[in-house]
């Protein structure tokens, strides 16, 4: 590898063990993420984080994405394993392909395809989470490699992958985006590229597109619907999954962390595991300890309002509300951290300081609206990530 280059993440998927109840036998994949940097070498990850036995991998290819299920003839590329077309990934674990030469723009919709010849239960623990786009799954066979794959059926998920990485400029960085269903743009509109991670990448290739100002840096968006600071749900908690999903990614050199709403909300009512803010807080400080250890920066982002909530009835409190605003007061004021992304100011009702604008709020007093969305990315100061 050119010494004067190393890999970022240019793309991301938190590994989660899947809800969807779907299980696969001699079934190919076909997903399409949007990078945000662009290169002329790419590699990808594949995660078995959470499958129960190891995952066998038939074939794999990669592609830029065309239309549907179809790709651009001219960039289909196999994708191998240490010279292999097929892999095993050990449970638990991941793998990463061999690097291949294509060249990918900035903000470039990808094609990849994993054929699974095996069969895989749902009480596989199959690694996937929702995608809030649209990916394919083919019928029986291994469609791999073909330019327009035939199609079994959709899914709105992420299965198996879970990271694309770019060779780029030593002075290239990347920031990790660690969040909840906020982070991951659940509600937002399908295929519409709405999440403000996704925005903040439009915004940084804009200012790094004539290379005269600002560094250049890949976005992984790692949102986990229901994360929680300090407790697992859906997954493992933030602090739990930071050294894996922050520290671990390629090239990252800045982290913007936006997690606390669901330890607030403790969806299931367990009285062991309602917070205070002090308890979050030092989770919180936990996790910038961590990062600037490691020499990367740590973003606190406030946690928005959700007073009138109704996704989860009775969510919301007086109580609860003060723990926010206390944490909010930490990450604004302490110091501990890098710098803030202040998304409580971006959409909060002045007029009701506990509720978002409603032009912000998608209708449950909890998850943004698409404009929301892209609202907190452009309330992200680009000077932060320099």
Same mark, same amino acid.
């Given at each position: 590898?050119?010494?004067?280059?190393?890999?970022?993440?240019?793309?991301?998927?938190?590994?989660?063990?899947?809800?969807?109840?779907?299980?696969?036998?001699?079934?190919?994949?076909?997903?399409?993420?949007?990078?945000?940097?662009?290169?002329?070498?790419?590699?990808?990850?594949?995660?078995? /984080?959470?499958? =129960?036995? %190891? !995952? @066998?991998?038939? #074939?794999? *290819?990669?592609?830029?994405?065309? +239309?549907? $299920?179809?790709?651009?003839?001219?960039?289909?590329?196999?994708?191998?394993?240490?010279?292999?077309?097929?892999?095993?990934?050990?449970?638990?674990?991941?793998?990463?392909?061999?690097?291949? /030469?294509?060249? =990918?723009? %900035? !903000? @470039?919709?990808? #094609?990849? *395809?994993?054929?699974?010849?095996? +069969?895989? $239960?749902?009480?596989?623990?199959?690694?996937?989470?929702?995608?809030?786009?649209?990916?394919?799954?083919?019928?029986?066979?291994?469609?791999?490699?073909?330019?327009?794959?035939?199609?079994?059926?959709?899914?709105?998920?992420?299965?198996?992958?879970?990271?694309?990485?770019?060779?780029?400029?030593? +002075?290239?960085?990347?920031?990790?985006?660690?969040?909840?269903?906020?982070?991951?743009?659940?509600?937002?509109?399908?295929?519409?590229?709405?999440?403000?991670?996704?925005?903040?990448?439009?915004?940084?290739?804009?200012?790094?597109?004539?290379?005269?100002?600002?560094?250049?840096?890949?976005?992984?968006?790692?949102?986990?619907?229901?994360?929680?600071?300090?407790?697992?749900?859906?997954?493992?908690?933030?602090?739990?999954?930071?050294?894996?999903?922050?520290?671990?990614?390629?090239?990252?050199?800045?982290?913007?962390?936006?997690?606390?709403?669901?330890?607030?909300?403790?969806?299931?009512?367990?009285?062991?595991?309602?917070?205070?803010?002090?308890?979050?807080?030092?989770?919180?400080?936990?996790?910038?300890?961590?990062?600037?250890?490691?020499?990367?920066?740590?973003?606190?982002?406030?946690?928005?309002?959700?007073?009138?909530?109704?996704?989860?009835?009775?969510?919301?409190?007086?109580?609860?509300?003060?723990?926010?605003?206390?944490?909010?007061?930490?990450?604004?004021?302490?110091?501990?951290?890098?710098?803030?992304?202040?998304?409580?100011?971006?959409?909060?009702?002045?007029?009701?300081?506990?509720?978002?604008?409603?032009?912000?709020?998608?209708?449950?007093?909890?998850?943004?609206?698409?404009?929301?969305?892209?609202?907190?990315?452009?309330?992200?100061?680009?000077?932060?990530?320099?």
């Amino acid at each position: 590898m050119n010494m004067d280059r190393h890999w970022v993440g240019t793309w991301a998927a938190a590994p989660a063990p899947s809800e969807a109840g779907v299980g696969f036998n001699n079934h190919t994949l076909r997903m399409n993420p949007r990078i945000s940097i662009g290169g002329d070498t790419v590699r990808v990850r594949v995660s078995n /984080a959470y499958g =129960v036995g %190891p !995952l @066998a991998i038939g #074939a794999a *290819s990669l592609g830029i994405r065309d +239309e549907g $299920p179809a790709i651009q003839p001219s960039s289909a590329r196999t994708l191998t394993f240490g010279g292999d077309e097929s892999a095993t990934v050990a449970t638990g674990s991941f793998v990463i392909s061999d690097p291949i /030469a294509l060249d =990918v723009a %900035p !903000l @470039a919709d990808l #094609a990849i *395809s994993i054929y699974l010849p095996g +069969e895989i $239960p749902p009480t596989f623990q199959i690694t996937g989470r929702y995608a809030r786009q649209t990916n394919y799954i083919s019928p029986p066979g291994n469609f791999s490699a073909d330019t327009n794959m035939p199609v079994g059926k959709i899914t709105d998920e992420w299965f198996f992958v879970s990271g694309v990485d770019v060779l780029a400029s030593q +002075e290239t960085g990347g920031v990790v985006a660690l969040g909840d269903s906020l982070t991951d743009a659940n509600i937002s509109t399908h295929d519409s590229y709405n999440r403000w991670p996704d925005q903040l990448a439009r915004r940084l290739i804009t200012r790094s597109g004539g290379r005269t100002e600002g560094r250049a840096l890949g976005v992984m968006n790692q949102g986990l619907g229901g994360n929680r600071i300090l407790h697992d749900l859906r997954g493992d908690s933030g602090v739990r999954r930071f050294d894996r999903d922050v520290l671990a990614q390629p090239g990252v050199t800045h982290a913007i962390v936006m997690l606390g709403t669901n330890d607030l909300r403790n969806r299931h009512a367990r009285p062991g595991e309602e917070v205070t803010a002090a308890r979050m807080i030092a989770g919180l400080n936990q996790m910038a300890m961590r990062a600037q250890t490691r020499g990367i920066k740590l973003i606190g982002a406030t946690l928005t309002p959700f007073g009138n909530e109704t996704y989860l009835s009775g969510a919301w409190n007086p109580e609860r509300e003060e723990h926010r605003i206390a944490v909010n007061a930490w990450i604004r004021d302490s110091g501990a951290l890098d710098g803030v992304a202040d998304f409580d100011a971006a959409l909060r009702d002045p007029e009701r300081p506990t509720q978002m604008l409603p032009i912000f709020d998608c209708g449950d007093g909890l998850h943004p609206s698409d404009l929301g969305y892209r609202k907190m990315g452009d309330a992200i100061d680009l000077t932060l990530l320099d």
